[in-house]
Structure formats: structure tokens, C-alpha cells
């Protein structure tokens, strides 16, 4: 039987690297409502009100620090607020520790607790915000020794995660990138030409991979082949902004997945997690393996772009007359639908974002599952689907259709993201039954 149909909003979560290319977005407003279960939302457990509390305050212009990728924070969120709950309840392995926990501690005030521990330490000069939030949170908590036990609970872990996480590479600032200049090689693209981002996050210790390049993706075709100039001539096509053969379908398509993808993949989860009516513990090991996915997918999406430094399209399409390659011709007029985001283009971080939380969540919730999504990239907008699978298909080409990446990038980060999502649900935070 098919599930009542949901809808979300995709988080207009701020980045460095959209924000150069995108107006900043803020959540005030949006958030989740099902269809036909209007109130709902109301009802939802700590784990997404902080899940959407975060993403809220990740979208305010200047609130996420520019060199700390906003994956990372949900993770060490989410990582804390999983721990707390399994030391209580005991359902499940550890992410990374248990601390003592008596049995009738409360699972909501330990999961407020370890979301503003380590909130505080992530974003102090937000803290009053935070305290805000926690206050409001842990009022709706009933008193007593069982929150009191709670709060011990999530602080604890949060203390304890947050210490394990020192000298990870996070706070490591950026490395100075020098453009190449041969064929293929990427250079900063116009009208911003800004120095590309996140050159250090390679080196960010991951949370669950073993290292960075555990799952790199073998090096993007030679200039010279037939699979290069397909990928090359189907994005000259498809994603000029001008006398493109796009569809007008497509054409939204590639608008409408342009903000921040994990923000999006985290709505996407909220929705499912309020569909399935999951519990305190299932929704925190949800968040927090989406979470850990994203975090450690970005990590080594980074790794292979800033080892393999491979051109955009535009600045493939422009110079094409010197990548050796007879079934290619250079436009030097050629003009992306939106904007190219500052980073090398292989592989693509939609294609492995999207594939990676589709991935996670149909492991936990079965692919098939009704859904529609609005974006603040285009206000009024609405698109259907029946699968997670579908989501992450469109996402995925949306970078094609906007002329940002290649199907050789998508392709690979797709496969990237799957690989990732994969050994983090088989080596980590598995049911007590699984074990």
C-alpha cells in the first residue's frame, strides 16, 4: 500500500560554496507538513526539532563559520544525540561511546542535552539562540530524577564526542590552490572567478570511513576518448543558459535542486521519519546515520576533487579546441544555466550526496515512498515522487541540466555515495539484533 503523500521544503542551508554562486536562503518559515496529517508536525520527536533547528541556523548568513563544512556539524550533532539514546535504551551499538545510563533516564531530555553540548562548542558565539531553544525543548519534558538523568546522560556524550573529534582537521584553515593550465586541468570559472572551497577538508579525519580515499573513484576519461566528448557535448547542450535543447521540465529541474543538497536529503528524512512515526531511538539512528554518511561523503568527494583538480564544463566548453578530442568544438561564448560552483567538477556532490542518502534511507524505511518537495530556489514549485531512488535521480541530472557538471562526474559521485553509504550502515550504529 502506498503512504499518504508528504511535503517538505528543501533546507536553504548556506555554504561557502553555493553562497558565491546562489543568494543565502533562510528557514524562518519552511519546514515539513504532511498532506494529509496536518498537525502532525507538531508532534515531532527532539531529534528533528534539533535536526531542523540546525539546519535553520546553518541557513543564516554568517552563522556557519566559512572554512567548517556544514556536514560536519550535523554530525557531530547527531553522532552525540545517537549516543546518548543508546546508552539509555541499549537498542543499538554505540557510534563511538556509552557512558553509564540508568534505564529510566529520559530519552528526550538526554537527546536535548547532547544536541546543545555540542551545539554550545560549535557555534558559541550563538549560544543564546541555542539556550533558547534548549529551554523551550526540555520544558516539555516532564521533571524529576528521569530528565535530571537524562541531561547527565547527553552531556556526558557530548563532551565525550566532541573530545574525540579534537585535532580531526576541521579547524585546519584552507589551502592555498594554485590553477593549472594544461587541458583538463580545473581553473576558476567566471563571472565570480573566486579561489575554489573547502581545499583542506581532504584532510578531515573521517567518522566512520577508514580513510578519505577508501572509496576514490577511478581518474575521469581521457580528454581524447568517445565516453569525454559524449559527456562533454550532452552538457553543452543541455546546460548553456541560453538555446539550450533542454526541456522546460528539465530546465526547473536544474533551478530547483541548486540549494545545499544534504539540506535537502535531511528534510527528505524528516518527512520520512514523521511518515513511519518512528521512535525517539529510530530517529536518532537515522539522523545520525544520514548524518555520518554526508559528513564522510563530503570528506572524500573532496579527496577525489582535489586529487584528480579535474576542469568544469565551462571551462572544458571554452577551450575545447585544446583537449585534442576531434568530436569536440569550442564555444567560447558558452554560458552555464546557473552559475558554477567554485570547486573542481569531478566527482559531482549532488550525484554523491543524493545517491548516499537515498541509499540510507531506504535501507531504514524500504525505497518506495511518496513524497513531494518544494525548493526556495523557485518559491511556488512542487515536485513529486514515489521513491527515494527517484529523488536522487533527479537531483543527480539536475547538475547536468544546469550545466555545472558532467554525467562522468555524476555518474562517479553516485557510485561514491552508495559505496560510502553502504559501509557506514554495515559498520556502524547497528541494532542490538544485528549484531
Known sequence: MRRALRTLTIAGVGCVALAAVMPATGLASQGVRAAQHPTRVGRANPVIEWNRFLLGLQATPGDQPAAVHATYDLAIMHAAIYDAVASIDRSARPYLLRVHAPR??????AVDAAAHGTLVHLYPTLQAAIDQQYARLLAQDPGGSGRAQGIRVGRQVAARILAGRAGDGSSAPPIPFQPGTAPGDYQLTPPAVAAPVFTQWLHVRPFVLRRASQFRPPPP?????????????????LGVAQDSTRTADQTQIGVFWNPPIWAAWNRIAETAALGHHGSVSQDAR????LNLTFADSVIAFYDAKYTYR???PLTAIRNADSDGNSETVADLGWTPLSPTAPDPSFPGAHGTIS????????????????FTVT??????VERSFASFSEAAEEASA???YNGNHTRLDQVAGEDLGRDIAGFVLANALR???ER
Not at 537515522?286 to 546515520?289: D, L, Q, R, S, V
Not at 545517491?355 to 511518496?370: I, K, P, R, T
Open 221 to 237: 576519461p581521457a580528454l581524447t576518448s568517445a565516453k569525454y566528448a559524449a559527456a562533454i557535448n550532452e552538457v553543452k547542450a
Open 398 to 400: 539536475s547538475r547536468i
Open 355 to 370: 545517491a548516499a542518502g537515498a541509499e540510507v534511507l531506504s535501507s531504514l524505511y524500504g525505497n518506495d515512498f511518496d
Open 104 to 109: 529510566r533516564a529520559s530519552l528526550r531530555a
Open 286 to 289: 537515522a539522523f545520525a546515520a
Open 310 to 312: 579535474f576542469w568544469r
Open 431 to 433: 541494532p542490538r539484533a
Open 375 to 380: 525548493s526556495p530556489a523557485l518559491p511556488g
